[in-house]
């Protein structure tokens, strides 16, 4: 006699891939042919955050973690749409203006950001993580993310690997990847944006979750070997 209508809230997770976030939504309920049709960026050419996308490229990196409302009629475009003008919002001409000054674009960032969103977790380790990735960046060094390596290894349907030569290993290949490897939030967004003033070129994360930088190759080898 309200008029209720029963809501559920769908969130994007932080740290997902874009095929992760496709299995979630169609365990939210969503099928698998709607789903794959609002992966389409082409549709969502009107909501601004597309501008910094190259043509050729997906949605990945680009939808923003939250929990957003459904009902019965809610649409995964609807949702889509929804996260990507947030990711939008959160890209600020201040934070790209930041970006621009280490010399890279909105999508570089966000590229940037989704790298050291996957290898480290706490803000003040995740700023001093982009600090690396931009120093070696600027000297021309591979940036030496395993996480890279494993997402060009994962999206070529095999089992995460170092080795595995994808445009995406940097361990190999020297600059960023083509893309972002994950989603980002407003934490690695600002770490990527305003890194640590250190002169750190290697990090290594143990098991324990604990990050530890050094500035020469042979001290990051013991924290390795530790």
């Known amino acids: 006699t309200e008029g209720k209508v029963t809501i559920k809230l769908i969130t994007i997770l932080p740290d997902r891939r874009l095929d992760q976030i496709r299995s979630d939504l169609i365990n939210d309920g969503f099928s698998p042919a709607s789903v794959d049709q609002a992966l389409q960026p082409s549709q969502y050419s009107y909501i601004p955050v597309l501008t910094f996308k190259p043509s050729s490229s997906s949605l990945e990196g680009l939808l923003y973690p939250d929990s957003f409302q459904k009902i019965g009629t809610t649409t995964p475009e609807q949702i889509i749409s929804e996260s990507l003008t947030e990711m939008g919002q959160q890209l600020t001409p201040a934070l790209q203006s930041s ?26 380790d995740q700023a001093q993580a982009a600090q690396v990735f931009l120093k070696r960046l600027n000297m021309g060094m591979s940036l030496g993310s395993d996480q890279t390596a494993f997402y060009g290894s994962i999206i070529a ?34 770490a990527a944006a305003h890194p640590a003033s250190t002169q750190w070129l290697y990090f290594v994360t143990r098991d324990n979750g604990t990050t530890y930088f050094e500035t020469t190759y042979a001290h990051h080898q013991a924290d390795i070997n530790a």
């Open 99 to 124: 970006f621009a000054s280490e010399g890279l674009s909105p999508y570089q960032g966000i590229t940037l950001a989704s790298i050291v969103q996957q290898e480290v977790t706490t803000p003040s």
């Open 157 to 190: 349907g095999q089992s995460p690997s170092v080795s595995y030569d994808s445009s995406y290993n940097t361990l190999i290949h020297i600059g960023l990847p083509p893309t972002p490897i994950s989603n980002v939030n407003a934490q690695s967004l600002n």
